[in-house]
C-alpha cells in the first residue's frame, strides 16, 4: 500500500504565500514524478507543477513565476512552494506519485484565497 499525505493549505490573503508538502510512504517502487493538480468547484482537475526525479520540472502557465516545485527523493516528499497567490488560486489541491507502475493520489489539501 502507498499512501500521499498532503499538508500545509490554509487560508491565505490575496499576494500571500503557502508551502504545501506530500509525504509517500508505504511500498514505493522507484518514483518517476512527483507533482501538485488541482481543482476547484465545477472546474476541471489540472496540472500545478510536477518535477521527475532527476529534478525536471513542469509547471502550468498559470503559476509560472509565482510557484517552485523540489522533491527531496530520501524522504519520498514533494514541495510546492506557492507565492503571490491569487484568487483564482483557490482550489483542492492533490498530490500525485507517478511510479514505474502506479499512479497514485492524496486526499487533498485546500487552499483557499481570500481578504
Known amino acids: 500500500q502507498v499512501q500521499l499525505v498532503e499538508s500545509g493549505g490554509g487560508l491565505v490573503q490575496p499576494g500571500g504565500s503557502l508551502r504545501l508538502s506530500c509525504v509517500a510512504s508505504g511500498r514505493i517502487s522507484s518514483i518517476y514524478d512527483m507533482g501538485w493538480y488541482r481543482q476547484a468547484p465545477g472546474k476541471q482537475r489540472e496540472l500545478v507543477a510536477s518535477?521527475?526525479?532527476?529534478?525536471?520540472?513542469k509547471f502550468a502557465n498559470s503559476v509560472k513565476g509565482r510557484f517552485a516545485i523540489s522533491l527531496d527523493n530520501a524522504k519520498n516528499t514533494v514541495y510546492l512552494q506557492m507565492n503571490s497567490l491569487k484568487p483564482e488560486d483557490a482550489a483542492v489541491y492533490l498530490c500525485?506519485?507517478?511510479?514505474?507502475?502506479?499512479?497514485?493520489w492524496g486526499q487533498g489539501t485546500q487552499v483557499t484565497v481570500s481578504s
Open positions: 500525485n506519485l507517478l511510479t514505474t507502475y502506479s499512479n497514485y
Open positions: 518535477i521527475t526525479s532527476g529534478g525536471s520540472a
